[in-house]
């Protein structure tokens, strides 16, 4: 267990509000991802954090935003939220990139009206 | 490019064996595999790396063949507690994110 919280941990908003969800762990990891997962497509990448400040785009980063301002907190970022991104969401960590295990947080249900 | 998992969904009885797939069609540095019960956030199963390396799961063996770009995932005489999604987890270079599959959901019965 590598002290990943997410919340909130479900959510229902309408079409065109803004949502925010928080990523918040406690073991100093220095990459932090955000996913999502639906149906048929396993995990897909939206955004990653490679430290304070420096994030980059993922494959399905359309629609969302994210920051970091510090290492224990990264933030997924819905600017208009659509019903296509009714999903739940995962946030993950690791120390090292690829070479490291990810450690998953328990994940939010997001549904979109 | 997402690798590809085989079979999609396997029912077992519990004591029998089971192999899972994961194909790229990339050069791959990294394969990783997750498991995910229903309602639940992935966990960390095995890491393997190119040149042999891997760290994971005492009681699961998976096999990396860096030249085929493939790895194969082995649950020898399953219990109930292997049912779940399996999930790989492919990385093309010693930079860089994973890229997940679709997943393998594996059932095992009494």
């Known amino acids: 267990d590598a002290g990943i919280t997410q919340s909130p941990r479900h959510k229902v908003t309408e079409t065109g509000t803004p949502v925010t969800l928080r990523c918040h762990q406690t073991e100093n990891h220095r990459y932090m991802y955000w996913y999502r997962q639906d149906p048929g497509h396993g995990l897909r990448l939206i955004h990653y954090?490679?430290?304070?400040?420096?994030?980059d785009k993922g494959e399905v980063s359309d629609g969302y935003s994210v920051s970091r301002s510090k290492t224990e907190d990264f933030l997924l970022t819905l600017e208009s939220a659509t019903s296509s991104q009714t999903s739940v969401y995962f946030c993950a960590t690791t120390t090292s990139g690829q070479v490291e295990t990810q450690y998953f947080g328990p994940g939010t249900r997001l549904l979109v009206l | 490019q997402q690798p590809v998992q085989s079979p999609q969904a396997v029912i077992l009885r519990e004591g029998e064996d089971a192999v899972i797939n994961c194909s790229s069609s990339k050069a791959l540095y990294s394969v990783h595999w997750y498991r995910q019960k229903h309602g639940e956030a992935p966990v960390f199963l095995m890491i393997?790396?190119?040149?042999?390396e891997q760290k994971g799961h005492e009681k699961i063996s998976a096999s990396f063949n860096e030249k085929k770009q493939q790895s194969s995932l082995y649950l020898t005489a399953s219990q109930l507690s292997y049912s779940g999604t399996y999930f790989c987890g492919t990385g093309g270079g010693s930079q860089g994110n994973l890229i997940f599959g679709k997943g393998t959901k594996l059932s095992v019965k009494p």
């Open positions: 954090s490679y430290g304070v400040k420096d994030t």
């Open positions: 393997l790396l190119k040149g042999g």
